[in-house]
């Protein structure tokens, strides 16, 4: 990897599952990192706490202001309706690209979603393919990664599937296939991709854990279920029952829902897998973490802080 040494990032979404697993990847890469918060964040070594947020120009020219890269995890991934997801996803990156461009960051690593693939399948898709755009026109050097269904210690978005296996049940959208990777892997190749690569410059990178075809949503179920160490009984939800727990979901636990009527919508789509021909070079990163083994780290962490 080429030396960072003394180089300064600027990185939004630190304060997220994805990205607090990233600060410290890039503390230990080298990097001196200055992160967008909200909210008070206690002190860490390597990290400048910038107060803002990505309606805040000001804010945004502190961030970027001296920065030698432009790391932008930030996004909104459950929002009530369009214009929650276009102001989180799209008005947000053209606010940190625009902060880029005026204090003169060349280098810029965006963090999409797979679901950009299909923005006509949901209000998310969409609107993380119209960010995906706005970074392709910006005229930076500019990185694009799709992740997949992200999973590890710390992450809330899938522990419903931890607890409801558990139970020894899953259940799951109609049949179809999915690719995943663990939340360390994903850090590293954010790291691996913010010094400028000519094998990287506008190119738009799918990653997962190496499952060559990726994961039934049978085999994975049982895979957390093996995880936790206890057979699951798997129950296929068709399109429209779907729709309906997720406004049940919605009713009864509002914005803290995790099967929202938009990602139902997506879940049912039956081919969920990376592209191989678009995964990062081989000699940039590859993934470290077997599934499996994750999985028992996750367990192992959710029971640590008494989640199961």
Not at 25 to 32: D, M, Q, V
Request: hydrophobic share 45%; charged share 20%.
């Amino acid at each position: 990897m080429k030396s960072v040494a003394g180089k300064t990032v600027a990185v939004t979404g630190a304060t997220g599952f994805v990205g607090r697993i990233t600060l410290d990847r890039l503390i230990e890469a080298g990097w001196k990192v200055r992160a967008l918060t909200r909210s008070d964040q206690p002190k860490k070594i390597g990290v400048t706490w910038v107060a803002g947020a990505l309606d805040n120009a000001q804010s945004l020219q502190k961030l970027c202001d001296g920065a030698d890269a432009v790391l932008h995890i930030a996004g909104v991934v459950n929002a009530p309706d369009a214009e929650g997801f276009e102001t989180g996803n799209v008005t947000g990156t053209a606010s940190i690209i625009a902060a880029a461009k005026n204090c003169g960051v060349k280098r810029f690593v965006h963090v999409s979603s797979l679901a950009a693939k299909y923005p006509q399948l949901s209000l998310y898709g969409a609107s993380k393919y119209r960010a995906e755009k706005l970074v392709g026109t910006s005229m930076l050097d500019w990185t694009i990664v799709r992740p997949p269904g992200v999973y590890g210690p710390g992450d809330t978005e899938m522990f419903d599937m931890f607890r409801l296996a558990q139970k020894g049940w899953a259940l799951l959208p109609p049949r179809g296939r999915v690719s995943i990777i663990h939340v360390d892997d994903l850090a590293r190749l954010l790291v691996a991709l913010l010094p400028a690569h000519d094998d990287a410059t506008t190119q738009i990178f799918e990653a997962d854990d190496g499952f060559e075809k990726g994961w039934s949503h049978e085999a994975f179920a049982r895979a957390i279920g093996w995880a936790i160490g206890r057979r699951v009984t798997t129950l296929h939800a068709p399109r429209l029952l779907l729709k309906f727990a997720a406004y049940a979901d919605r009713f009864f636990r509002g914005r803290k829902a995790k099967l929202t009527p938009d990602r139902a919508g997506y879940l049912s789509h039956p081919d969920w897998t990376i592209d191989r021909t678009a995964t990062p070079p081989a000699k940039l990163w590859s993934p470290q973490i077997a599934t499996r083994q994750g999985l028992k780290d996750t367990v192992r962490w959710y029971k640590a802080q008494g989640w199961l």
